[in-house]
Nanobody, 122 residues
Framework: QVQLVESGGRLVQAGGSLRLSCTAS????????MGWFRQAPGKERESVAV????????YYANSVKGRFTISRDNAKNMVYLQMDNLKPEDTAVYFC???????????????WGQGTQVTVSS
């Protein structure tokens, strides 16, 4: 059974930083691509950042390039999203997801966490 638990979301002022963490209960974590996705009220879920199994391939949405960094620690079954220079439009519920094989499409991911709320005030 795969379980993903996100943490680190909170209220932050514009220009601030947050680090989201995702703890994965996956027996073969290093086989999985991991992604961060977000969903704002009234909007569809969108891909934010994705990382392949060993970290040498990453994807970032244009809206977060240069501000967000995804990373993973396979020894700890953890994936992180460092978010800098946050903007009010980054406000959303952020989800961690896992799948076997690399993909940037949210609908390709089978396993999802419950999400963590990030709110950026102006």
């Amino acid at each position: 059974q795969v379980q993903l638990v996100e943490s680190g979301g909170r209220l932050v002022q514009a220009g601030g930083s947050l680090r989201l963490s995702c703890t994965a209960s996956i027996y073969t974590f290093s086989n999985y691509a991991m992604g961060w996705f977000r969903q704002a009220p009234g909007k569809e879920r969108e891909s934010v950042a994705v990382i392949n199994w060993n970290g040498d391939t990453t994807y970032y949405a244009n809206s977060v390039k240069g501000r967000f960094t995804i990373s993973r620690d396979n020894a700890k079954n953890m994936v992180y999203l460092q978010m800098d220079n946050l903007k009010p439009e980054d406000t959303a519920v952020y989800f961690c997801a896992a799948r076997l094989g690399y993909s940037v499409a949210a609908n390709a991911y089978r396993y999802w966490g419950q999400g963590t709320q990030v709110t950026v005030s102006s």
